[in-house]
């Protein structure tokens, strides 16, 4: 095999974390007096803990100082450690080992392009940080999804050109990111909701080794 940059997303690609998110803003939005709902939580998918918060106070019609933002932000982040601080290896998505020991027992270097700021502590907690050479997770970027930053950061510290990077990912944002960067996208989730996506699969059950061979 060619050596290539393999970059994960992490929310909704190897864990799902998006359901957490969801309870910790409903919970917040509850307090705040107006309803939250999944649909909604789909507007968050990919995005910063900062630009999540402006999108829930949109659909509230809710206007606050930068220091009551902080707060919120940092209550629903206290809320939502609850939750990760009891993970375990079962909540890793179907068939993620398998890729990652694939790409791991060929030398294929893999890094980890993630918004979220609690990153390592998933990682570490469902027991797959070992499987990771590099992450650039949301405590390394100063730009948000789609911008490409935290995935040409990811190619950089693997040390592989963003065109010979191949990137996983669940969100539009994400997608458009990976894109921007110059490299291949591979899409999880409903390709109606992963425009540009170079490739869709429902999950990694679909995705064969021969396949990322071929990459």
């Known amino acids: 095999m060619k050596k290539k940059g393999f970059i994960f997303d992490l929310d909704g690609v190897i864990v799902d974390t998006a359901k957490y998110h969801y309870r910790a803003w409903k919970k917040l939005a509850d307090q705040l007096g107006f309803k939250f709902t999944h649909k909604h939580n789909e507007l968050l998918k990919g995005v ?5 918060l402006e999108i829930l106070l949109a659909i509230g019609k809710i206007s606050a100082s930068d220091e009551q933002k902080e707060y919120w932000m940092h209550s ?3 809320e939502y450690l609850k939750y990760i601080r009891k993970m375990t290896a079962e909540e890793i998505l179907p068939d993620v080992p398998k890729v990652l020991n694939f790409l791991n027992s060929n030398n294929q270097p893999i890094a980890l392009g993630s918004a979220s700021k609690n990153a390592e502590e998933i990682l570490t907690r469902v027991g797959l940080l070992k ?8 405590t390394h970027v100063s730009k948000a999804k789609p911008d490409p930053e935290v995935f040409l950061k990811g190619a950089a510290l693997l040390g592989i050109k963003p065109q010979n990077c191949v990137v996983f990912e669940d969100a539009s944002a994400g997608i458009e990111a990976a894109k921007a960067a110059g490299m291949t996208a591979i899409g999880i989730g409903k390709s109606s909701n992963l425009p540009g996506a170079d490739y869709v699969f429902s999950d990694f059950t679909e995705i064969s080794t021969d396949f990322i061979a071929q990459l």
């Not at 910063?48 to 999540?52: A, C, D, I, V």
């Not at 499987?131 to 949301?138: C, I, M, N, Q, R």
């Open 48 to 52: 910063s803990r900062k630009r999540s």
């Open 131 to 138: 499987d990771f050479k590099t992450l650039v997770d949301g």
């Open 76 to 78: 629903k982040n206290q």
